[in-house]
Nanobody, 118 residues
Framework: QVQLVESGGGLVQAGGSLRLSCAAS????????MGWYRQAPGKQRDLVAS???????TYANSVKGRFTISRDNAKNTVYLQIYSLKPEDTAVYYC????????????WGPGTQVTVSS
């Protein structure tokens, strides 16, 4: 079994910063891509940022310039550094991992709450 353990969420004032971390462990041989999704109340779950094993990054337009994704391949860990938080960033943030060969399966963390106050 594969587990994704997230940390770093919390309550922050607008303009503040957070750093989210997610470590993958368990029965996984390799990891292709990792990333972060978020889901606000009443909204669908949307991609925030992703990073391939080779370091190619993708960001949602709403977070470009404020969020930075990175990963430590040796630790199977992905990070999301967040600056200049806005109230509209409030959501549950979910870690996502796509395994490499042979299964190419998707895995999800339980989510960590990020709340931004005005």
């Amino acid at each position: 079994q594969v587990q994704l353990v997230e940390s770093g969420g919390g309550l922050v004032q607008a303009g503040g910063s957070l750093r989210l971390s997610c470590a993958a462990s368990g029965s996984i041989f390799s990891i292709d891509a990792m990333g972060w999704y978020r889901q606000a109340p009443g909204k669908q779950r949307d991609l925030v940022a992703s990073i391939t094993r080779g370091g190619l990054k993708t960001y949602a337009n709403s977070v470009k310039g404020r969020f930075t994704i990175s990963r430590d391949n040796a630790k199977n860990t992905v990070y999301l550094q967040i600056y200049s938080l806005k109230p509209e960033d409030t959501a549950v943030y979910y870690c996502w991992t796509r395994g490499g060969p042979p299964s190419w399966s998707d895995y999800w963390g339980p989510g960590t709450q990020v709340t931004v106050s005005s």
